[in-house]
């Protein structure tokens, strides 16, 4: 070995001895991650970002209960339009006061219902499913948004506190006309009569 | 460097390091000039896409001029997202790693042949993909979502970039492995092992996009299975989707921590951290996949949940580089006679273009990093998910961050491959700050829209029947930020192709390689062996992803024709 000369390096100079003991700037076994004081300050403030925003993403999801979409159910893409099919008559539909659901069919280039109305204070549980490509389903000034895959249902809730309109924007890219691919719901406050007779 | 602790024994077996040769040198070269040029051509046609896409939003559309080159908006697009982040990207890193690599280790490629074939499937790989993508045969955007269905060879191109890319990886492989083998003892030298690192992690991820590619996508596309199964695809090509982000951004991390200090007169703080943290990248960038799948249907939250975990795990590895590298630079401007808590600041390279761009791809990183963070905040993601937010986003981070970082190096890297003199450095410098200036209020305008009016991305806003005049404020802003970037882009193609036609200097350009801080530092063992973490990195995506994909792909349902509907 000493013969060949090593045209990269520095000539080393190997030395006979203790073999085991760490070498300066070198590989060691027993070399200690060394972690300056700042960097390590750093590091605590950077765990304290994260951790807040941990804490967030748990208090919103389980003690507000801003949920995600999650596993509902699956349909065969080809079944939609059938008879018997939740989605081969979409719609709102009352389930008790105050409570509804929502079917949505999305295809290119539309939705399934173009247009709902629903009082003031209304929870709506959104189903929607695809016939063709993957859609997008988000409403405006909600925390609604949820893909639209064929072959999935997905499905989300919402409780309309505010009047007026909401649009349903497709924001999944479905081909040509995908930018024209919406639908609306109003909201619509109480009438005078409704609400006076909501009073006695 | 120079001492190592070896044995006799260890000695008298290793292989006698091979020389490296200026034959070496020229292969290694012209593997990494002809794969940077032609990412650089690919990124030429995509940033022209991309100030159509800006301008229609406005308004003006200028793709009735172009026909039939580009018959829609989303013709358009999809030819902006391959040839940006998945031609350009991969190209050009290719390219630099080659370069670097055989410097790094000071040694030739162990089987060149194999980085030469590499880079000829990537090629073969891209004009197979281009045909269908230019004849507007497969406008399936960049993500490729089935059940939209694009011509076969489309599929079949874009697996053969990847190919390609991992037979470079391979030929790195090769050569750091001979070089061990040569240096029994020695610490991998940094640039040439998070070199490495990046295409270990690059193996790993991209086995999700190529099982959906040759077992869903390839024989539907030909027409032997009738249907396909949307969402088993759509988690596949996410199971690759988010490492490819650090794909593009760990190149700029090799430079940002081993390169960058060395041209302001600084040197790497700490040498144990950056590895540190290019071993978490390996370990971490994979299991996060579903933080792109929050809003999907049919994965239910607890995945989603523990997705989110890791993902804010992964932002470590990042605070860490933050800190490393700003102190690296620091140490340089301070032994430039920089004072003061910020004054130092003015003491950095600024008057380099090579520099200054880098410098200015991390402060719009700061930006995208923040975003980044929220995006993976699971719940928070219902408010920003698909809006145009997205592109506002990670127009800081792969169009900035990676970009402008990638523009930096080819500041010093183009002349090094052609000899030439960088044309007109000045404009160079202009034309980093332009697209500084141009990314900050684009990004800016986008994130407003998405966030406050859900305006959403992938979409043809200025034909929207939707589209609320409460956008046109910042519609307008994005459009002067496209502005900015329309004339950055033309500084940088003048000053690269002025390169290449430049004379040829005597002055040699070398890859800057910035030394330890603190030379005597040793390194421990343990961040220096690839098995723990390869392993580790293998059984966190088990976990992580295992009873999921087992799950759909047990349950897979192929009953989604496909559709052609642009
Ligand atoms: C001149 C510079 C650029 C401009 C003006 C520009 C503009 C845009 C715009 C306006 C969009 C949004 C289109 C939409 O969602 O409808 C977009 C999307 C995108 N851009 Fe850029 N861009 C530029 C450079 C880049 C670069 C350098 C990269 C990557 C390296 C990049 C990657 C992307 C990607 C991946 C998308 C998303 C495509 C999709 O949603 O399918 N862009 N760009
Ligand atoms: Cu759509
Ligand atoms: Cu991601």
Redo the contacts between chains.
């Keep these: ?1 000493s013969e ?1 000369t ?5 000539p ?2 190997e ?1 006979a001895q203790d ?18 004081k ?2 390590s300050m ?2 605590k403030i ?1 765990f304290i970002i ?1 951790g807040v ?2 804490l ?2 748990i208090v ?2 389980f003690a507000i209960g ?7 159910a ?1 349909i ?3 079944t939609v339009n059938d008879p018997g099919s939740p989605f081969a008559e979409p719609g709102l539909r009352e389930l008790a006061p105050g409570k509804y659901e929502a079917y949505y069919r999305a295809q ?1 280039w539309q939705f399934t219902p173009r247009e709902i109305h629903v009082p003031l204070g209304a929870e709506v549980s959104f189903y929607v499913t695809s016939q ?3 859609h ?1 389903f ?1 409403i ?2 909600t ?13 989300l809730k919402h409780t309309f506190d505010k009047p007026g309109e909401y ?1 349903i ?8 006309l ?3 691919m ?1 639908a609306q719901i109003f909201v619509d406050e109480p009438t005078e009569e409704v609400a006076s007779g909501a009073q006695n | ?7 006799a024994a260890d ?2 077996a ?1 292989p ?2 091979v ?2 040769t200026e034959q070496d040198l020229a292969v290694a070269d012209r593997i990494a000039g002809t794969s940077i040029f032609l990412g650089a051509s690919a990124l030429l046609i995509g940033v022209t896409l991309g100030v159509m896409q800006g301008l229609e939003h406005v308004g003006i559309n200028l793709y009735k001029y172009v026909q039939p080159w580009v018959a ?1 908006y ?1 013709h358009g ?1 999809t030819m902006h997202g391959v040839l940006n982040a998945l031609v350009w990207t991969t190209f050009f890193i290719v390219g630099f790693f080659t370069y670097a690599i055989v410097r790094s280790l ?2 030739p490629l162990r089987y060149p042949w194999l980085n030469v074939l590499g880079l000829l499937v990537m090629v073969i790989g891209l004009l197979t993909a281009a045909v269908p993508m230019l004849t507007n045969n497969a406008s399936v ?1 960049y993500t490729f ?1 089935p ?2 269905k694009a011509d076969w060879s489309c599929y079949l191109g874009l697996t053969l970039v990847v190919v390609g890319s991992w037979m470079a990886g391979w030929g790195y492989f090769f050569t750091l492995y001979a070089w061990r083998k040569e240096h029994p ?3 991998q030298p940094f640039i040439a092992l998070t070199v490495s690192i990046t295409m270990a992690m690059w193996q790993l991820a991209t086995l999700g996009v190529a099982a959906e590619i040759l077992f869903l996508l390839l024989p539907w596309s030909l027409g032997l299975v009738q249907g396909t ?3 088993l695809g ?1 988690t596949l090509f996410w199971f690759f989707g988010h490492p490819l982000v650090y794909f593009w951004l760990l190149p700029a991390y090799v430079s940002w921590y081993a390169m960058l200090p060395a041209q302001t007169g600084g040197k790497l ?2 040498e ?2 950056a590895r ?1 943290v290019f071993w978490l990248f390996l370990l971490l960038s994979t299991p996060v996949g579903f933080h792109h ?9 607890a995945w ?2 523990l997705h ?2 890791i993902t ?1 795990s992964l ?2 590895p990042s ?2 580089t ?3 590298v700003v ?1 690296s630079l620091e140490v340089g401007a301070r032994a430039l006679g920089g004072k003061g808590y910020f004054g130092w600041i003015r003491k950095l390279n600024w008057g380099n273009p090579s520099y200054a761009a880098q410098n200015l791809a991390m402060i719009l990183f700061v930006f995208g990093g923040i975003g980044g ?1 929220t995006n993976a ?7 920003v ?3 145009i937010w997205i592109p506002g986003h990670f127009h800081l981070t792969v169009a900035s961050a990676s970009t402008l970082t990638f523009f930096g190096i080819l500041y010093w890297l183009a002349p090094a491959l052609t000899k030439r003199k960088l044309f007109a450095p000045k404009l160079a410098l202009a034309q980093a700050w332009t697209w500084f200036i141009g990314m900050l209020l684009m990004g800016n305008a986008l994130h407003l829209l998405g966030l406050h ?2 305006a ?6 200025g ?4 589209a609320s005049p409460d956008w046109n404020p910042f519609l307008m802003e994005s459009a002067v930020g496209v502005t900015f970037l329309a004339i950055s882009a033309t500084l940088l193609y003048i000053v690269l192709i002025g390169t290449l036609f430049n004379k040829k200097s005597d002055v040699e350009v070398k890859m800057p390689v910035a030394e ?1 801080l603190n ?7 343990w ?2 062996s690839w098995t723990p973490w390869v392993f580790g990195a293998v059984a966190l995506v088990l976990v992580a992803y295992g009873p999921m994909l087992y799950q759909l792909i047990r ?1 897979i ?1 192929l ?3 496909g ?1 052609r ?2």
């Design positions: 070995m060949q090593n045209p990269i390096e520095d080393v100079v030395e073999q085991s003991a760490p070498v300066e700037g070198g590989l060691s076994e027993d070399a200690h991650l060394h972690i300056d700042y960097e750093w590091l950077a994260m925003f941990f967030s993403v919103s999801s801003i949920q995600l979409p999650g596993a509902y699956r065969d893409p080809t290119i063709d490509v993957m997008g988000k405006s000034d925390n609604v948004n949820v893909m639209v895959i064929p072959g999935q249902v997905s499905t649009k924007i497709c924001h999944e890219y479905c081909g040509q995908h930018h024209t919406y | 460097m120079a001492v190592k602790s070896m044995t000695n008298a290793a006698v390091p020389p490296l829609t989303y697009l000071n040694r955007l979502y059940p939209m003892g020695q610490k199964d949307p969402l759509r703080f700490s144990q951290l540190l799948q929050y809003t999907d249907p049919g994965i239910p939250q989603k949940f989110t975990t804010f932002a470590f605070f860490l933050a800190f490393t102190a963070i905040s699971f719940n928070l993601n219902l408010a998910h698909n809006t009016f859900g959403p991305r992938r979409t043809m806003l034909s929207a029947p939707y330890p030379p005597s530092q040793s390194i421990p063992k961040l220096d349950d349902e009953t989604s024709p559709w509907v642009w």
